[in-house]
């Protein structure tokens, strides 16, 4: 493939025909904040988190890195006031959802967001599809997925799948950037698996 050259925060890039700005950042050593990227699974451009500003021929536009393809003269700005200002209210969105998160928390730090902005809805899930993702593409065993839509949606579980797949494997976890996986698993251990102790008396 034949190599691109982009200017990234004023740096000349080196870039392969094919990768996205944010693997060309990645390589160059520039930070791009990502909640939903993963290097083994396909883009998925969830979080939004990984906006930049996206200068071609004059013209500029508010990409997803992980998605935006690297092109010959882009000029890229991954820091600039409408992108932190992006980057601002999509954590005080997603921390209405987990607080507590400490990927969260070192964001919101460093991009001056609130966390009690927006009024919580503690469903601890970012939605970053990580999981689901990883189960499906890498391991091909779909034991996770998506229920309901909209501010609804969450992660769950496939019990029939999961009896047989998760318990032994659980490589998602690490990928989880809130604790809601965990949760999830628990849950569907707990119904799927009661214990003893909880289940009902036999009728005498």
């Known amino acids: ?19 996205t700005v944010l693997e060309a950042a990645q390589k160059a050593g520039i930070s791009i904040p990502t909640l939903c990227h993963h290097e083994k699974l396909e883009p998925y451009g969830g979080c939004r988190l990984c906006t930049v500003e996206a200068e071609i021929r004059g013209r500029t536009q508010l990409v997803a890195s992980c998605l935006y393809p690297v092109e010959k003269n882009l000029v890229v700005r991954t820091r600039s006031e409408k992108v932190d ?22 964001l919101a730090q460093e991009y001056g967001a609130d966390k009690d902005r927006f009024e919580k809805e503690p469903s601890f899930c970012l939605h970053c599809g990580l999981c689901v993702r990883y189960c499906a593409e890498v391991k091909k065993k779909y034991a ?11 992660i769950s579980f496939i019990p029939e799948i999961a009896s047989n797949e998760c318990w032994n494997c659980k490589e ?3 990928l989880c950037p809130t604790e809601a996986l965990q949760a ?21």
């Open 85 to 106: 200002r992006i980057r601002k209210m999509i954590l005080e969105l997603l921390l209405a959802h987990a607080p507590d998160a400490f990927e969260l928390q070192d």
């Open 172 to 174: 998602c976890f690490p």
């Open 1 to 19: 493939m034949s190599e691109i050259i982009l200017k990234i925060d004023g740096r000349e890039v080196a870039a392969r025909e094919g990768m």
């Open 184 to 204: 999830a698993f628990v849950l569907t251990k707990a119904f799927a698996f009661p214990s003893p102790s909880l289940e009902p008396a036999p009728a005498e």
């Open 144 to 154: 996770i997925g998506f229920v309901d839509r909209g501010t609804k949606r969450e």
